[in-house]
């Protein structure tokens, strides 16, 4: 149960496009077509912005965007805006009813 | 609307006992998993366990399994982790999160911080 590896920051300036990988292996990120984002303000609730690689809940801006190729998902985040500054994690089921999370990326808005 | 609310959060020794317990409202509790995860300060998310909906299925992150039991009151609307055996290493932000409909956490709690120090 390793965390799965993501960059430890991103920057960008307002309405540009960002995007954070979230690299694991074949028993979890590329086992299963179930990985989950979400975007996490210190001091507050952690909040899912995409689950099954990439659908988006409802209220998620379409600005959201999630993929998945072999071992490594992907969250883009375009025309990107101050209020997205925040951390971010991806989650991938590990089988059995377990997870595991990503080690986490900090996205600066420039 | 859905609220999570947890408790019981705060100081214990180490080797100490601790239980944590997470109240839950707005929608029908009995019908979701439910999940524990967990931050140390400073550091990532970690998933700790997970429990289905009426309490007959458990799942644990190899770290904890021996020390922490997840339980839930679908009476109360309430889902509980209890601690043994604590270390300073336990010492985190405890989250509980509802389990979406697939495999995703759809709403969390705000946390309860728990302290293991002498």
């Known amino acids: 149960q390793s965390a799965l590896t993501q960059p430890r920051s991103v920057s960008g300036s307002p309405g540009q496009s960002v995007t954070i990988s979230c690299t694991g292996t074949s028993s979890d990120v590329g086992g299963y077509n179930y990985v989950s984002w979400y975007q996490h303000h210190p001091g507050k609730a952690p909040k899912l912005m995409i689950y099954d690689v990439s659908k988006r809940p409802s209220g998620v801006p379409d600005r959201f965007s999630g993929s998945k190729s072999g071992n490594t998902a992907s969250l883009t985040i375009s025309g990107l805006q101050a209020e997205d500054e925040a951390d971010y994690y991806c989650?991938?089921?590990?089988?059995?009813?377990?997870?595991?999370f990503g080690t986490g990326t900090t996205v600066t808005v420039l | 609307e859905v609220q999570l609310v947890e408790s019981g959060g705060g100081l214990v020794q180490p080797g100490g006992s601790l239980r944590l317990s997470c109240a839950a409202s707005?929608?029908?509790?009995?019908?979701?998993?439910m999940h524990w995860v967990r931050q140390v300060p400073g550091e990532g998310l970690v998933w700790v366990s997970g429990?289905?909906?009426?309490?007959?299925?458990?799942s644990y992150a190899d770290s904890v399994k021996g020390r922490l039991t997840i339980s839930r009151d679908n009476a109360k609307n309430t889902l509980y982790l209890q601690m043994n055996s604590l270390r300073a290493d336990d010492t985190a932000v405890y989250y509980c999160a509802r389990g979406g409909g697939y495999y995703e956490f759809d709403s969390w709690g705000q946390g309860t911080l728990v302290t293991v120090s002498s």
């Open positions: 707005g929608f029908t509790f009995s019908n979701y998993w």
């Open positions: 429990i289905n909906s009426d309490g007959s299925s458990t």
């Open positions: 989650c991938s089921y590990a089988g059995s009813y377990t997870y595991v």
